[in-house]
């Protein structure tokens, strides 16, 4: 692991904040539009992370501190920002947020919350984002359907258009051992996710990826009302889920990098006019 001099930690700090508006992609594009500098690009996924914990936060996945999103830095790619523990989902602000070494290092604190990081939050995610160069963002949280869904120990079904989009992209992880406190656990976690975009980690919850912070938060939405979708499906009685052929071709059509992208823009727009306080 490179060792972060004092002189190289501060160039991680951004620009004043200031609202980066988004460049959609056309929607099938398999590329991803990124900010012309590191300093503009981190900003840009700090104010995304900032506002997707507020996107938590309005949907109770906040369940009593446990949670986590996490978005990799562009420039020391080996290290990743994070809200800092115990302070809730709903308040969380651009400057909250700390950059995390792969090793465990806070490298920059946050500007005024206590610098705690969450064990689990680097236990899981350090190993991701090692195994994954791929993955921007992770997200992970202890929402109700995921949790409900999750102990079933399968996977989902493609029963609608929207689940569909996780059809044959998905992985379940079933080897709950207790909190996940050490990178180890963290480990088989990323082995089990493998290159997929999401995994249900049996009797905890789920965990969703993606190129963007966007991605992975759209995702994280989608795969929580799709295990919310086929709970009450399934108590209503027998299910018909759609042929292979048709949810691998709808998975197509809806399932994207760039799509993640669009479906998250109306959730930006939103939570950035009602608490602009998040770009402080």
Not at 69 to 82: G, N, S, Y
Not at 214 to 240: D, F, I, M, S
Request: aromatic share 8%.
């Amino acid at each position: 692991m490179t060792a972060i001099s004092p002189a190289r930690a501060f160039q991680t700090q951004a620009p004043p904040p200031a609202k980066i508006e988004t460049v959609l992609p056309e929607f099938g594009s398999r590329e991803l539009p990124r900010q012309p500098t590191h300093a503009q690009e981190r900003l840009y996924r700090k104010q995304r992370l900032a506002a997707s914990y507020r996107l938590f936060g309005r949907y109770g996945f906040d369940m009593g501190g446990a949670g986590h999103i996490t978005a990799r830095d562009p420039e020391l790619t080996d290290h990743f920002w994070v809200n800092p523990f115990g302070v809730h989902f709903s308040r969380i602000k651009v400057s909250d947020l700390m950059l995390v070494s792969h090793a465990g290092q806070i490298v920059q604190p946050p500007a005024k919350a206590p610098a705690r990081l969450n064990r689990a939050a680097f236990a899981i995610h350090s190993q991701l984002h090692e195994a994954r160069p791929d993955v921007v963002a992770a997200a992970h949280s202890h929402s109700l359907y995921g949790k409900a869904w999750s102990t079933q120990g399968r996977l989902l079904d493609p029963l609608t258009q929207d689940s569909a989009a996780f059809y044959d992209d998905h992985a379940l992880f079933e080897e709950f051992s207790g909190v996940v406190l050490d990178t180890s656990e963290g480990e088989k976690i990323a082995r089990a996710l493998g290159p997929k975009k999401a995994v249900i980690l049996q009797n905890h919850g789920i965990l969703t990826v993606g190129q963007s912070v966007e991605a992975a938060v759209w995702r994280y939405l989608a795969l929580e009302n799709a295990c919310q979708t086929q709970l009450l499906a399934e108590a209503a009685g027998p299910t018909k889920p759609m042929p292979p052929e048709v949810a691998r071709h709808t998975a197509g059509q809806v399932g994207s990098e760039a799509g993640g992208l669009w479906a998250f823009q109306p959730y930006w727009d939103v939570v950035t006019e009602e608490e602009p306080d998040l770009f402080d």
